[in-house]
């Protein structure tokens, strides 16, 4: 769990603009989340394999494209872990006004 513990001398809505600005954040990363998910998928239709069987088992060489290709689905995944990564602690976030 994550505490944010906010100090202000103004009172009135810290709390709430804080918040706001994360929810934003978190909707931001939602859509990048959908969008990778879509060329992730786009990617495991086109070989008809899971992104999991493309990481143990492909390398450039087996791609249509080779290497472009190879490091773009490979970079997806890597944004994917990434993004999942901050929405989870983004989420977890308690927050605690002084």
Do not use: H, P
């Not at 998928?41 to 087996?62: G, I, L, P, W």
């Not at 290709?69 to 890597?78: D, N, P, V």
């Amino acid at each position: 769990m994550i505490k944010l513990q906010i100090q202000s001398d103004i009172k009135d809505g810290v709390i709430d603009i804080v918040r706001a600005a994360i929810s934003s954040e978190i909707k931001r990363l939602e859509i990048g989340l959908y969008k990778t998910n879509k060329q992730i998928e786009k990617y495991e239709t086109e070989y008809n394999v899971t992104s999991e069987v493309f990481q143990k088992e492909f390398s450039a060489e087996d791609m249509r494209k080779g290497d472009q290709e190879y490091i773009e689905w490979a970079g997806e995944l890597k944004i994917r872990e990434k993004i999942m990564a901050d929405l989870k602690k983004l989420k977890e976030i308690e927050y605690v006004a002084c």
